[in-house]
């Protein structure tokens, strides 16, 4: 599936992201996310056996946005 916001976050992992930004991206690919203790947002799904968090009020870093690509890909490629 081409995701233009998947696309960018890819291209850009250390750019102005919003926790916003990664759920609609999540909900795109039907992802489960949650705001387990309101200071993170972990995202999962049932192909991948394990999560990611991002955080809801902090600056989200390169790393969140490359882990979440990452699971993102690993979801893709088993869908193949």
């Known amino acids: ?31 489960k996310f949650r705001k387990v203790t309101g200071t993170h947002v972990v995202f999962t799904h049932p192909s991948v056996p394990d999560c990611v968090a991002v955080p809801m009020k902090k600056k989200i870093r390169s790393v969140h946005v490359k882990a979440f690509v990452a699971m993102v890909d690993r979801m893709d490629a088993l869908d193949q």
């Open 1 to 31: 599936m081409h995701n233009k916001r998947l696309e960018a976050l890819r291209a850009n992992p250390g750019g102005e992201w919003r926790p916003a930004d990664i759920e609609i991206t999540a909900s795109q690919y039907a992802m």
